[in-house]
Structures are given as structure tokens and as C-alpha cells.
């Protein structure tokens, strides 16, 4: 099992363009959480999906956005990246929200320029 | 009050001592905590689950007090590569699990 596998691992991008992140899982979770991590902070919460066609905001959702057309994957689009937005990226997956752990992905380093 | 908190140190100890970190929680209803470590800017790694009294792997140990709301993890005889941070996470009751800020160990030689 390669459990949850994200791509790229690094990309810098300029003002303005946009890049998708992608997130796969070979769990078969039903859970599935995009998070971002600024230099000595925690994890905020982005977006977060309960299953195939369920997707709904976290704590910074602004400048993202998610879609989750299959159980497997669940990528992360910026549309106009800012310097902001300047960050890792981990996305992360369970079996259940209640009582099983999160599995991350390696993440995405990503710097907006 | 914060869904999880912890103590974000940092701790700098010598090899080889015991050290201990708290996490403390306010649902009540929360039924099973985990104790993750994460190295500077890779992912967090499940180190511990704890879904009753207590949970123990070797060097670790992890104790959970509900009458308190609190879990806490107990580093043994702590090697130079248990430098990193610590982070206590809680599930939630709804979809979005809670994340203690963690703590930071260091241990010097």
C-alpha cells in the first residue's frame, strides 16, 4: 500500500498562475483533508471531503478549492496563487472521522513569488 | 476554551531523560486521542493511539485521565532523535479533527 501519495513534492509559482495539488489514497477512506502549514505554525484546516461528491470548507478556505469526483482522490486547485498561499501542503485521509487516524501525505512545498 | 491544548514548550533535555508532555481536551464525549511527531516541515506520523486508559511502545507511553480531560505522553531514556515536535490530536464530533499546536524537544547531547 503507498497509502496517500501527493504530487508535487516542490513548485514555485509566480503571481497570478495557477497549479493544482494533486492527493490520491489506496484506503479506500471515505475522508479525506487538505492542510496547510506556515514556518512554526500549526495545521489549518483548508478543505475537507466525507465521501465521493462531499466537499466542504475548513478554517482558510479562501483562494482554494477541491473537488472529489472518486474515493481516491482529492485534488486541491489555486486558481490565482499569492504570495499568501506560500506554504506546505499535506493532505491527509481516514476510514472514519471518529475513532481511526489520520494518514498524511509527504506534502507539497510550494513558493509564490 | 481551545478544543486541544498543549504545552508548546520547548523542552531541552539531556539524553536519557524521562520527559513528559500533557494535552488537554474539552469534549467530553471524545472517545480515542492520538499522539503524532513531526520533524520540521515533513508530515506529522502517527507515533500513539489511545482509545482507553492508557497505550505503551517501548521508550513510550501514553496516559489518558477523562475524569481530568487530559492525555499525556512520556518519553523514556530519550534519544537525540526524538527531537521534534510533538503533536496531540483529537477527533472530532463532527468531520474536522482538533490539533494541539504541539510541543517542541529537544534532545541534547
Known amino acids: 500500500n503507498a497509502g496517500v501519495t501527493q504530487t508535487p513534492k516542490f513548485r514555485i509559482l509566480k503571481i497570478g498562475q495557477s497549479m493544482t495539488l494533486q492527493c490520491t489514497q489506496d484506503?479506500?477512506?471515505?475522508?479525506m483533508y487538505w492542510y496547510r502549514q506556515d514556518p512554526g505554525m500549526g495545521l489549518k484546516l483548508i478543505y475537507y471531503?466525507?465521501?465521493?461528491?462531499?466537499?466542504d470548507k475548513g478554517e482558510v478556505p479562501n483562494g482554494y478549492n477541491v473537488s472529489r469526483s472518486t474515493t481516491e482522490d482529492f485534488p486541491l486547485r489555486l486558481e490565482l496563487a499569492a504570495p499568501s498561499q506560500t506554504s506546505v501542503y499535506f493532505c491527509?485521509?481516514?476510514?472514519?472521522?471518529?475513532?481511526?487516524?489520520?494518514?498524511f501525505g509527504n506534502g507539497t512545498r510550494l513558493t509564490v513569488t | 476554551r481551545k478544543e486541544v491544548e498543549q504545552d508548546p514548550g520547548p523542552f531541552n533535555v539531556p539524553e536519557g531523560a524521562t520527559v513528559a508532555f500533557n494535552c488537554t481536551y474539552s469534549?467530553?464525549?471524545?472517545?480515542?486521542f492520538f499522539w503524532y511527531r513531526q520533524d520540521c516541515r515533513k508530515e506529522p506520523k502517527l507515533l500513539m493511539s489511545v482509545y482507553s486508559s492508557g497505550n505503551e511502545d517501548g521508550r513510550f507511553t501514553a496516559q489518558l485521565n477523562r475524569a481530568s480531560q487530559y492525555i499525556s505522553l512520556l518519553i523514556r531514556d530519550s534519544k537525540l532523535s526524538d527531537s521534534a515536535t510533538y503533536l496531540c490530536?483529537?477527533?472530532?464530533?463532527?468531520?474536522?479533527?482538533?490539533f494541539g499546536t504541539g510541543t517542541s524537544l529537544t534532545v541534547i547531547p
Open positions: 490530536v483529537v477527533p472530532p464530533t463532527g468531520n474536522q479533527f482538533y
Open positions: 471531503s466525507v465521501g465521493a461528491g462531499i466537499t
Open positions: 469534549n467530553s464525549a471524545s472517545q480515542s
Open positions: 491527509a485521509s481516514t476510514r472514519s472521522s471518529y475513532n481511526s487516524p489520520l494518514h
Open positions: 484506503m479506500n477512506h471515505n475522508y
